[in-house]
């Protein structure tokens, strides 16, 4: 079985990890929806692992004016720079509609994390050149691929 890092433990098809491995290795910026200023919390902790790996990371959090050093916009069209990935650290239910606010800015690819997951959400993409890629994490992706500074 693959190691998927999906929390229902689901075998990942050979083209999945193909987008997968195509996010991960080929992105540099990283706008994260729902990272929190909280270092105890998940999202805050990926997103600090995935800096120390050399991601350029991008906060998208409706409060705060930095997290983890870098400045906080509060929604992805106030993103001045071109985003490779979008990774979504939020509740399932709100996918489709962040998804859809995603596709507004281009990114490669969008990722919802782990137990992030909506078919709903395939339809918002469709016809555009993006990848979705849902509960999966970045994180662990990145470190199977070997990524490192």
């Keep these: 079985m693959t190691n998927s890092c999906s929390i229902f433990k689901r075998e990942i098809t050979q083209e999945e990890e193909n987008v997968i491995e195509r996010a991960v290795k080929g992105s540099k910026t990283l706008a994260i929806l729902g990272l929190s200023p909280k270092p105890d919390r998940v ?3 990926v997103a600090e ?3 120390k790996m050399g991601y350029k990371i991008i906060p998208v959090y409706p409060r705060e004016e930095e997290i983890l050093g ?3 916009y509060r929604n992805f069209k106030e993103i001045p720079v071109n985003v490779d990935t979008v990774i979504l650290f939020i509740s399932a239910d709100k996918m489709v509609e962040f998804v859809k606010d995603a596709v507004e800015i281009s990114p490669k ?3 919802g994390q782990e137990s992030v997951i909506d078919a709903e959400a395939y339809k918002a993409v469709e016809g555009t050149e993006i990848d979705l890629v849902m509960d999966v994490c970045f994180y662990k992706k990145a470190v199977a691929y070997g990524i490192s500074k």
């Design 43 to 45: 999202s805050y902790h």
């Design 49 to 51: 692992k995935l800096q």
């Design 109 to 111: 690819c969008i990722w």
């Design 70 to 72: 870098e400045k906080v």
